[in-house]
């Protein structure tokens, strides 16, 4: 998903003729994004594999990384806000709560996560549920038009995290309360966002923050 969406405008964008990125922040969002898939397909393969320590000595990466993840999704976004970047219909200053959104809802993820980091069944569901958070981005920029819509870009996502949680429910004939509390946490979000983006209140704050840039 990440590949066909960033593709054409990042990972490829020369063999597409594209533009180049705006700035050294969107390359530094770039490659801190690419680096958390990656460290994820190999932490899965390192539990996988049964090595356990190496495991928990990368995650000290993955603390840094998500950090770093975090401040560079929110300057990305203002910056993007502020030179009128985002959906086209959409005032760029409305726009920005999807950003800040995922990175704030990541943030909660990932916290939660480093607190299970100890109880497995419950922080390796967080972290998936970090990758699903950050794939409308990507979902968004699928080579058909109504790819920018939120039932789609947001709503693939739901879709899977809904049927992770019945598969994962089903094979181990138990709820994992915590699995359904980060779900419905990054499901509710979206349309809370929605309400919150043409809110004088967000308006003025969107509008501060830009200010800065």
Request: hydrophobic share 55%; glycine share 8%.
């Amino acid at each position: 998903i990440v590949l066909i969406g960033f593709g054409p405008t990042y990972y490829v964008k020369f063999a597409f003729g594209n533009p180049p990125l705006p700035s050294l922040l969107v390359h530094a969002h770039g490659v801190a994004m690419t680096a958390w898939i990656a460290l994820f397909i190999t932490q899965v393969y390192l539990i996988s594999t049964k090595r356990i320590k190496v495991h928990q000595r990368l995650g000290i990466l993955g603390v840094v990384l998500a950090l770093a993840i975090i401040a560079l999704g929110v300057l990305t976004a203002i910056a993007s806000a502020a030179r009128g970047g985002g959906v086209p219909g959409i005032p760029p200053l409305s726009f920005m709560i999807v950003p800040v959104g995922d990175a704030l809802v990541f943030a909660i993820l990932f916290a939660g996560a480093v607190y299970y980091r100890r109880k497995a069944a419950n922080h390796k569901r967080l972290i998936l549920l970090t990758v699903l958070n950050f794939l409308p981005p990507a979902l968004g920029r699928f080579p058909f038009e109504w790819a920018g819509t939120p039932p789609f870009f947001w709503g693939v996502p739901d879709v899977l995290a809904v049927v992770f949680l019945i598969f994962d429910t089903w094979k181990h004939r138990k709820l994992n309360k915590v699995f359904l509390a980060g779900t419905l946490l990054m499901i509710a979000s979206h349309p809370l966002r929605m309400m919150i983006s043409t809110t004088d209140a967000w308006m003025r704050f969107a509008a501060w923050l830009t200010s800065f840039v």
